[in-house]
């Protein structure tokens, strides 16, 4: 069945040093492809880690995913540290509102994260429970440990 929309693979930040998106396995893929169908307003769907955009679901092309997922990853890092050193314990989830969108970023692992773009705040529970459903269930497939 054809993909109803575009797909990125292997973006990279502008300081990354690797390529990942064939080095994984593409089980991976339908999870990505089912967010869109599942909460409406939906702008993009990003795995990315550290350094790299591990794969994305554009739907926005008006978005810079590789500027995103660098941002966030900074922020996350940040963040995450907050958290400990201040006894809240590990960082699981953070989401943020803006007047144009609202970004949910959760971990998959300690060095991979979904970011998922929204437009409108009214699907925000919704964001929050599909993206806690795919990042359990690439961690249940094991799909992100790299051979």
Known sequence: MPSLHPRQKGLLFPSSVKHVAGSLQKEYLDVLDNLPRKVPGIQAVILAGAHEVIDSVLLDPTLD???????????????????????????????????????????????????????????????????????????????????
């Open 65 to 147: 995913l590789d500027t995103i997922a660098a941002e966030y990853a900074t922020l996350l890092r940040i963040a995450g540290r907050t958290s400990e050193d201040t006894g809240a314990g590990n960082l699981i989830e953070q989401i943020v509102v803006s007047e144009k969108s609202v970004i949910v970023v959760r971990n998959v692992s300690p060095e991979e994260f979904l970011i998922l773009i929204c437009r409108t705040q009214d699907q925000i529970g919704r964001a929050r429970y599909e993206l806690r459903q795919a990042a359990w269930e690439i961690q249940r497939r094991g799909i992100l440990k790299r051979a």
